[in-house]
């Protein structure tokens, strides 16, 4: 029997949580296969939902967002190509729906500049919305939403 535990509540799973799959499966290739299958499958069905909402406002904003392929690639090419960009710890903090486009732009044999370019991006915003969790008031946080929850049911019940 296969027990996966709950993550912690964090923005993405990483290459940390994609490396740390298979031994959270007790090394079953099979398991492990599985595991990453389905978040796959879910990452690309959330953010085809993604798209289809925005869409159903606005169609430009919609393909300006989504326009990045991350479909080129069958699952099992997929999983390989991340598990290859994984292999190198310095990649191990981008998100996985990041990597997920960068596994594409590698299978459509876009410029390795351009793949460069996404890469170092990549690695600009990640660091800089740590850093700006990081020094987050939490506090100050948890007292807005208090104060907008309990607005909002104030509000609808006068």
Known sequence: M???HAQQNRLFWDGRDWNRIVKTVDY???NT????????????DGRLYGYLKTWAEDRGIADDVFGETV???????????LDNFYEDPINSYIPVPSAIVIANMYAE????QLIEQYITFTRQWINELMLDLDTLNYSKLLEDKFIKHHSKRFNQSE
């Open 28 to 30: 079953s290739p099979e």
């Open 33 to 44: 296969f599985r595991v990453k299958k389905a978040y796959l499958d879910g990452a690309l």
């Open 109 to 112: 044999m876009i410029p390795i």
């Open 2 to 4: 296969m027990f996966l």
């Open 71 to 81: 479909d080129y690639l069958s699952t099992r090419e997929l999983i390989k190509s």
